[in-house]
């Protein structure tokens, strides 16, 4: 079964904090994304990344795919009220559009 | 072009009861997800209906079941309903084969609360 873990859970920072979310796995994807959801939507797409080892940049949004295409990270610089939500990696099962999601990161910007 | 809608937003049921969930798939995609998203967590994959037919089933029980119209809109029909069918229960649409794994276009959810 594929399984997609994401560290961690819970974070509250400050504005202009720096942070990072892990998304790991034991199992390799072709390719990973990254969404992020706000109370009362569905999730938005912000990246997808395909190549082990690549990084992606959205702005002030770092993402990197794991050498193995085990694992992903996202990392937020001077993060501002407007990141806070809920950040989602997912990625394909087998060849296909259906997406298994991770476990999720809740992420709180305080003013 | 439009995006994906959902109807209900938002409703209440009690357990044993019968919902019908509604989405109209974004203009040009004739492919439709549905995930269950229990708060706080992650969304767990329903099914997928592409060209009016399921392709593809999560771990979900018989008494979740589906339709696609030949609009390539859909319905997600949850029969006996449980407590813990309380949750966001999102659709999402993409366009082209079911193996393209392009993006997928969520709508903003129907919020399912069982009593």
């Known amino acids: 079964t594929q399984l997609l873990e994401q560290s961690p859970q819970f974070l509250s920072i400050q504005e202009g904090e720096n942070l990072t979310v892990y998304c790991n796995s034991s199992s390799v994807f072709s390719s990973l994304q990254w969404y992020r959801q706000e109370p009362g939507e569905g999730p938005v797409l912000l990246v997808t990344v395909v190549t082990g080892g690549e990084v992606k940049k959205l702005k002030r949004l770092t993402f990197q795919f794991g050498d193995a295409r085990k694992d992903s990270s996202l990392h937020i610089t001077a993060a501002q009220t407007g990141d806070t939500g809920l950040y989602l990696c997912a990625g394909p099962w087998r060849a296909t559009n259906k997406l298994i999601f991770g476990t999720g990161t809740l992420l709180a910007v305080q003013p | 072009e439009t995006g994906v809608t959902q109807s209900p937003t938002h409703l209440i049921k009690t357990r044993g009861q019968q919902v019908t969930l509604r989405c109209s798939s974004q203009s040009g995609h004739n492919t439709v997800s549905w995930y269950q998203q229990a708060l706080g967590q992650g969304p767990q994959f329903i099914f997928q209906y592409y060209r009016e037919e399921e392709n593809g089933r999560g771990n979900f029980p018989p008494r979740f079941s589906g339709l696609q119209f030949p609009n390539y809109s859909s319905e997600l029909n949850v029969n006996a309903l449980e407590l813990d069918d309380s949750a966001l229960y999102l659709c999402?649409?993409?366009?082209?084969?079911?193996?393209?794994?392009?993006?997928?276009?969520f709508g903003e959810g129907s919020r399912l609360t069982v009593l």
């Open positions: 999402a649409s993409s366009r082209g084969r079911p193996t393209n794994t392009g993006e997928l276009f």
